[in-house]
T-cell receptor
Framework: AQKITQTQPGMFVQEKEAVTLDCTYD???????LFWYKQPSSGEMIFLIY??????QNATEGRYSLNFQKARKSANLVISASQLGDSAMYFC????????????FGTGTRLLVSP | GAVVSQHPSRVICKSGTSVKIECRSL??????MFWYRQFPKQSLMLMAT?????????EQGVEKDKFLINHASLTLSTLTVTSAHPEDSSFYIC????????????FGPGTRLTVL
C-alpha cells in the first residue's frame, strides 16, 4: 500500500523568506513519482513540481524545489522568496510509475504568507 | 496546459434528488478518469476510477449504486449522485489521465455540492 504523510497542518512564513513543507512517503514499488500541488481557496488543483524515483537530481521549477531524500523516503517542498499569493493548501502526492495509476494524497499543509 | 471543465461549478439541491456532474477534457483524450471527493479542510479522497467504455472501479466504502459513473467517451465522464443527502455535501473533482506518452494527470476545477 502507498501512504503519504504531511505532519505540518499549518505553516507561517514572512514574505520573501523561504519555507519548507514536509512530506514523507511509504511505498514498496521501486518506480514511483512524487508530486506537489497547490490548492488555493478557489479549489483548483495547481501542479507545482514532480520528482521521479529514479531521477538523479532534485527537481526544480522556478521558486519551487524538491528536496528528495530517497533513503529517508522524504520529498520536501521548498518555496523560496515567498509571496502573498503563495498562501494556500499544499498537497504532496504519490503515484506508481507503471500503468494508469491513481494519485494518493497527503493530508495537506496550509501555508500562510504574511506581509 | 490541458483544459478540463466541470459543470456545474456549484449546485444546491434538496435531499433525495439526484445531481449529475459533467467532466470534459477539452483538448486531449482521457482513457482513464479519476473522481475525487474533498470534504472541508480535508484532503482529496479517491472515489472511483473509470476507463472509457468499462465499468468504474470503486474504492472501499464508496457505494457504487449511489455514485454512478459513466465514461462513455474519451472526452466526457459523468458522476451522478443519486438520492443525495446532506452528508454527500462535498467538493467533487474529476481528474482525467491523458493517453499521451507521459500519462499526465490533470484536474477539473471542481464542483461544490450542497445538499439541503
Amino acid at each position: 500500500a502507498q501512504k503519504i504523510t504531511q505532519t505540518q497542518p499549518g505553516m507561517f512564513v514572512q514574505e520573501k523568506e523561504a519555507v519548507t513543507l514536509d512530506c514523507t512517503y511509504d511505498t514498496s514499488d521501486p518506480s514511483y513519482g512524487l508530486f506537489w500541488y497547490k490548492q488555493p481557496s478557489s479549489g483548483e488543483m495547481i501542479f507545482l513540481i514532480y520528482q521521479g524515483s529514479y531521477d538523479q537530481q532534485n527537481a526544480t521549477e522556478g521558486r519551487y524545489s524538491l528536496n528528495f531524500q530517497k533513503a529517508r523516503k522524504s520529498a520536501n517542498l521548498v518555496i523560496s522568496a515567498s509571496q502573498l499569493g503563495d498562501s494556500a493548501m499544499y498537497f504532496c502526492a504519490l503515484r506508481k510509475s507503471t500503468g494508469f495509476q491513481k494519485l494518493v494524497f497527503g493530508t495537506g499543509t496550509r501555508l500562510l504568507v504574511s506581509p | 496546459g490541458a483544459v478540463v471543465s466541470q459543470h456545474p461549478s456549484r449546485v444546491i439541491c434538496k435531499s433525495g434528488t439526484s445531481v449529475k456532474i459533467e467532466c470534459r477534457s477539452l483538448d486531449f483524450q482521457a482513457t482513464t478518469m479519476f473522481w475525487y471527493r474533498q470534504f472541508p479542510k480535508q484532503s482529496l479522497m479517491l472515489m472511483a476510477t473509470s476507463n472509457e467504455g468499462s465499468k468504474a472501479t470503486y474504492e472501499q466504502g464508496v457505494e457504487k449504486d449511489k455514485f454512478l459513473i459513466n465514461h462513455a467517451s474519451l472526452t466526457l465522464s459523468t458522476l451522478t449522485v443519486t438520492s443525495a443527502h446532506p452528508e454527500d455535501s462535498s467538493f467533487y473533482i474529476c481528474s482525467p489521465l491523458s493517453s499521451g506518452a507521459y500519462n499526465e494527470q490533470f484536474f477539473g476545477p471542481g464542483t461544490r455540492l450542497t445538499v439541503l
